[in-house]
């Protein structure tokens, strides 16, 4: 039996690294990364029902709606491997889904331990959003100027083929910013006051980040 299961969260606006953070966190804290774009896109690859109805909102940069993210996500929380706690990434992204949690937690006795509010600014994010190329077997994320594969085109984990997102384009992106401003940022304050959130330097290099992420966590 696991004991003092950890749930915490990477919030922050696209592109501020929470893949890329959550990769380096998830192997030293030992928790499951459960990211809910990479469900989605999961989904719609393999164009399950779930995939097609989130496709239009995910191609335009909006939110798929509450009722069906909540439901994919608290599915995801219930399978074995989350019994330990996850590490959650581009979930919550409003009040509705934050206190959906609040609540799948709770009848278990549990709660959010930590929450990481990465801080970035927009114009860093956009150029970062557009340059942006992932491996489309691992997922693991590269960009054309900031973090190069040393074989173009190429991942340097598994060889597979780098792509670019379908809304990682600049007016994809735009609308993605508006979104978080408008829907996701008030969470900042939501976890402010249960005390639990630590506010993170997003632009800085990818190792001091991790560091900085690893030492608001230390004690949990
Ligand atoms: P991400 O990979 O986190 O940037 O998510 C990609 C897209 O998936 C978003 O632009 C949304 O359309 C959708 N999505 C991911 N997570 C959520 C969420 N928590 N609530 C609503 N839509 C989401």
Redesign the pocket.
Known sequence: MTKNPKYIILLGP?ASG??TQAAKLRQALELPHV????L??YNLKNKTELGLK?KA??DS??????DV?IAM?SDRLSWPDCAGGALL??????IA?AEALDHVLAEKGLRINRVLNILVPDEVLVARITGRRLCRICGEPYHILYKLPQVEGICDLDGGELYQ?D?DTEETAQN?LK?YWEQTSPLIAYYREQGVSVDINGDQSIKAVTEELMNAVTDL
């Open positions: 696209p929470k893949g990211a809910s774009g990479d989605f896109r989130a909102y995910m940069g909006a939110l798929v709606p509450d993210t996500v990434d581009g979930f919550p992204r409003t889904q997102r809304d993605r979104v």
